[in-house]
């Protein structure tokens, strides 16, 4: 497989849902403000409404659309009247951004219009840093007037939502410099450049080292920003760079200030690279943080009490372990590096937290590892490790998954990268059924509106119908390979592709 087809599945991350209305009433629509449900993270929506029939070359049942880059990996998030997705510097909306960069582009909710890019130039001396074209993969989470994100060169950043047009707010004040190339002269920030309140470098100030991408959805909960390292291998695929460097670190949501970091140790077991993001959820009157492991773990952790007023971040405190992949190796594991039969497991997704369990996946890795990968239903009520005990059921599949699955009705839709997509039931673990769609799938499944949407790399949206038995209700030519996963916002369903954004909506 080719390194730049590598670097596509990043947007398997790539998934959004909106948040849950009480169940049995009229579900209004709402914004979509981050990756999936309101801290659990699951991937559905209470939109209704949504068109299940459009046709981008007619028009027909399109609100919308615009030009992005020409490589998207992203997730388009909706919040405050705002469309915000990264992707690359393919197609320059300012012409002083020559080449290649991280973009995160915001547009108006109502007609698409371009408001705001941020500009991101790439990581220096090594592409396995920051690898060629890729751009923002990470999707954005939104709080308020707040933009958070992880950019491609792992900075952890706050942002204002209103982009310059209202001035240069908050303690950070040298965006023309960091827009600008390293080494050359800052640039003057105008109306359509991003806004940074505070920046955290994962690098600098953690050691990190990310490798292909920084990908991180970010997890606000209470008064902290919790976000994913992409900490991994060097260039050589043999060894972690920095294995004592954190995979989830905690920052003041205030501030940027970093005031917890897990002190596990992940780092020298990582296959490959940290890319899943955290979730969270309330387990018999706590609230832990789940998060899933390069090293193919699943982690619950406590949130920190209060930020430390000064002196070294708090070691987040572990309430349980779970080993998804207990017969793979643990030691010296970059000896398996490109085995395809046999070798130990990562995790690339997020865990998702329902009704006292928590669903994550795990497996070989999809570039590197052993083609097998497991659906993993854990009691979350559990403490300690818990590999032996807290496993409810395993649901194994016969490919590689870095997709995070969907919930809803006593159902679990998740989908493989060989285009296979599996409805599962949540009480059980036994199959319902599955469904080939054509062309691999990177991406995850979103439920909304009693549909099953996912986007294909053959450039293909499947739309089947949720529920016990399967039913194809129809298959769209978006022209360009989908990377991302489909969001579901006040009515209209989003779909991005490597090149376009689009907004669709049932014509009155």
């Known amino acids: 497989?080719?390194?730049?087809?590598?670097?596509?599945?990043?947007?398997?991350?790539?998934?959004?849902?909106?948040?849950?209305?009480?169940?049995?009433?009229?579900?209004?629509?709402?914004?979509?403000?981050?990756?999936?449900?309101?801290?659990?993270?699951?991937?559905?929506?209470?939109?209704?409404?949504?068109?299940?029939?459009?046709?981008?070359?007619?028009?027909?049942?399109?609100?919308?659309?615009?030009?992005?880059?020409?490589?998207?990996?992203?997730?388009?998030?909706?919040?405050?009247?705002?469309?915000?997705?990264?992707?690359?510097?393919?197609?320059?909306?300012?012409?002083?951004?020559?080449?290649?960069?991280?973009?995160?582009?915001?547009?108006?909710?109502?007609?698409?219009?371009?408001?705001?890019?941020?500009?991101?130039?790439?990581?220096?001396?090594?592409?396995?840093?920051?690898?060629?074209?890729?751009?923002?993969?990470?999707?954005?989470?939104?709080?308020?007037?707040?933009?958070?994100?992880?950019?491609?060169?792992?900075?952890?950043?706050?942002?204002?939502?209103?982009?310059?047009?209202?001035?240069?707010?908050?303690?950070?004040?040298?965006?023309?410099?960091?827009m600008a190339l390293r080494g050359g002269a800052p640039m003057e920030p105008s109306k359509t450049d991003a806004d940074i309140l505070w920046l955290y470098d994962t690098a600098a100030e953690a050691g990190c080292h990310q490798h292909d991408a920084a990908h991180c959805s970010i997890l606000l909960a209470g008064p902290y920003v919790y976000a994913c390292t992409s900490n991994g291998v060097d260039n050589t695929h043999r060894r972690v760079a920095s294995p004592d460097a954190p995979s989830l670190v905690v920052l003041d949501k205030a501030t940027g200030r970093l005031a917890a970091r897990d002190r596990e140790p992940i780092g020298p077991r990582i296959i490959h690279s940290t890319w899943a993001s955290p979730s969270l959820g309330e387990v018999g009157g706590r609230t832990l943080v789940f998060f899933g492991g390069g090293d193919g773990v699943c982690y619950a952790f406590e949130p920190p009490a209060a930020p430390p007023a000064d002196g070294p971040a708090a070691a987040l405190k572990r309430m349980w372990r779970f080993d998804c992949d207990p017969s793979g190796p643990k030691e010296n594991i970059h000896q398996w590096q490109d085995n395809r039969r046999e070798g130990p497991s990562n995790i690339s997704s997020m865990p998702v937290f329902d009704n006292g369990r928590v669903y994550a996946v795990a497996g070989g890795d999809l570039w590197h590892g052993k083609p097998r990968s497991w659906l993993k239903c854990i009691d979350a009520s559990k403490a300690g490790d818990i590999t032996q005990t807290g496993q409810v059921w395993s649901y194994e599949m016969p490919s590689h998954c870095i997709s995070t699955p969907s919930i809803r009705d006593g159902l679990i839709y998740i989908a493989d990268t060989t285009g296979t997509i599996h409805c599962v039931d949540a009480a059980t673990g036994q199959p319902c059924w599955t469904h080939k769609a054509r062309g691999q799938t990177w991406g995850s499944t979103l439920v909304a509106d009693g549909k099953v949407y996912l986007g294909t790399r053959r450039g293909e949206l499947v739309i089947l119908a949720a529920g016990r038995e399967k039913r194809v209700i129809g298959t769209i030519d978006m022209k360009s390979p989908i990377s991302s996963t489909p969001t579901a916002a006040n009515g209209v369903l989003y779909i991005a592709t490597m090149n376009r954004l689009f907004a669709f909506r049932k014509s009155p």
């Not at 068109?51 to 388009?76: C, I, Y």
């Open 1 to 178: 497989m080719s390194s730049l087809r590598r670097f596509l599945a990043l947007a398997a991350l790539g998934l959004a849902a909106s948040a849950a209305a009480a169940a049995g009433a009229p579900r209004p629509a709402s914004d979509q403000p981050q990756w999936g449900q309101r801290f659990t993270r699951n991937m559905v929506s209470d939109e209704t409404g949504l068109p299940d029939t459009f046709d981008p070359a007619t028009g027909a049942n399109v609100k919308w659309s615009v030009p992005l880059g020409d490589e998207t990996h992203s997730t388009p998030i909706v919040s405050g009247g705002k469309v915000l997705i990264g992707t690359n510097n393919g197609h320059p909306r300012d012409p002083r951004h020559d080449g290649d960069r991280g973009v995160l582009m915001c547009f108006d909710e109502k007609d698409g219009r371009f408001c705001w890019q941020l500009v991101v130039p790439k990581r220096e001396k090594d592409r396995y840093l920051d690898w060629p074209n890729v751009g923002i993969v990470s999707p954005a989470t939104v709080e308020g007037d707040r933009v958070y994100l992880m950019s491609n060169r792992g900075e952890v950043m706050c942002l204002d939502l209103r982009g310059m047009e209202n001035g240069n707010d908050g303690p950070y004040q040298d965006e023309g410099r960091h």
